[in-house]
């Protein structure tokens, strides 16, 4: 019986799991090497053909010190790319915002790499509506390509991309990694073409197209002003924590059946209170709680919404964390301030003493460590339990813990907010 053919990976993790040697010379044919660069190719196990830049001894000035931000996400680019002084290869018309780390640009290249890639790799001789130029950005028509970074994988430290065109047909990965060398690092690009054959006769092309590659992607890496949009992409993002309920679950406003009622609540209408259920009861991992889901009945319940996601750059966040943009959360971020005390009150009226839930902003993400990404057959997760949530977490700026003003005490005068380290204890 034969195996069903293999489906094409499109995250970076999911281009691991299909072919774990894809940035070692294992399996690939070497077809040009110099001490700096490399380009290697092989036929594709899900069909097609591979391609590989390697490029060794990449200098990227003033390259941050977690490395694995070294790759702007998608949706920052386009968020600034039209920001005076952002150099950018590729002209960005339209953008679709996916999630955080995840999204759909459009947009056309002026790059004679991208053209002699064309003469070389692509398949000008058979043209669609879709691919005028398979399989490259085109200058006279934009090209939809869908972006997704991943930090930290496959080793802590690099900075990886995978992208691929509508329809799965041109697709591949980006990843960087820091060499021993401060501030060079290895550059490695793989690509998936239709065809599987590869111009083992284009050496003197080959050569021209492997020093295009190095001089584009250095200038990439080190284009004008890219510190400043890897200052924008590092602060684009705010991480929300919830800590401390190991004496039940948070409370939420509610109208009818309340558990405990609160004076406090009078002045916004929010009187009623009650234990917080949640409605991801089928997702074993969010069944007893789900930061996004509690952060938005809150908001709600004042007259305000927020978009708020439990993942971040491909990876699943852990239960009591989510993630907003900061330009969302800094229009909301006092008004939610007004309820989160009433909350705690409730939660202290149901419970007895001075021991209350805390929320958090710009805390450390953590990541579930048990999320897998899903097998391109449709496997699901291994049944594991959730971890244990008493993990040591570093939380900056504590704000809706130091800034609270409970109406039924007296006014305290607020406290500077500073970087502590806490127990979580869901």
């Known amino acids: ?152 994988c496959p080793s802590e430290g690099d900075s990886a991309i995978a992208f691929w065109q509508g329809g799965q047909t041109f697709h591949g990965i980006m990843v ?100 917080y259920k949640t409605q991801q009861e089928h997702n074993p991992r969010k069944r007893k709680f789900h930061l996004v889901e509690y952060l938005k009945i809150l908001l709600n319940a004042i007259g305000e919404d927020i978009e708020a996601f439990d993942t971040l750059d491909g990876r699943e966040l852990v239960s009591y964390q989510c993630v907003v943009r900061r330009t969302d959360w800094e229009l909301l971020r006092n008004r939610f301030a007004e309820v989160v005390p009433l909350a705690k009150a409730a939660y202290r009226r149901a419970n007895g003493g001075t021991y209350a839930p805390s929320i958090h902003e710009d805390a450390e993400a953590k990541f579930n460590p048990q999320e897998q990404t899903d097998q391109a057959d449709g496997a699901e997760h291994s049944g594991q339990p959730e971890p244990d949530p008493t993990t040591r977490l570093v939380v900056r700026n504590t704000f809706l813990d130091l800034e609270e003003f409970r109406q039924d005490l007296m006014h305290r005068p607020p406290r500077r907010p500073r970087t502590v380290k806490l127990n979580v204890t869901l």
């Open 1 to 152: 019986m034969e195996s069903a053919p293999l489906i094409a990976p499109l995250a970076v993790d999911e281009w691991f799991q299909a072919m774990p040697e894809v940035l070692t010379p294992v399996s690939w044919s070497l077809a040009l090497a110099r001490p700096d660069a490399q380009l290697w190719h092989r036929s594709c196990p899900w069909g097609g053909h591979l391609i590989k830049f390697d490029l060794k001894g990449i200098q990227i000035q003033d390259a941050p010190e977690k490395t694995s931000n070294l790759i702007v996400r998608p949706e920052v680019r386009a968020a600034e790319s039209g920001v005076k002084g952002v150099a950018a290869e590729t002209l960005i018309s339209r953008s679709e915002f996916v999630a955080p780390g995840e999204a759909i640009l459009e947009g056309r290249t002026y790059s004679f790499l991208f053209r002699l890639c064309n003469v070389l790799f692509g398949d000008i001789s058979n043209p669609s509506k879709a691919f005028p130029l398979y399989c490259f950005h085109d200058t006279v028509c934009p090209i939809a390509v869908h972006q997704k970074v991943r930090r930290d």
């Open 176 to 275: 960087i990694r820091p060499e021993t060398t401060k501030g060079e690092f290895n550059v490695v690009f793989a690509f998936r073409i239709m065809q599987d054959k590869f111009a083992s006769w284009a050496t003197f092309q080959f050569r021209k197209v492997l020093q295009a590659v190095r001089n584009t992607t250095q200038w990439f890496l080190n284009r004008p002003n890219i510190q400043k949009l890897r200052e924008i992409d590092e602060k684009f993002y705010v991480v929300l924590s919830i800590q401390s309920f190991k004496r039940g679950l948070p409370m939420i406003p509610c109208s009818r059946k309340p558990l405990v009622t609160i004076d406090a609540g009078e002045r916004l209408g929010l009187p009623h209170w009650r234990r």
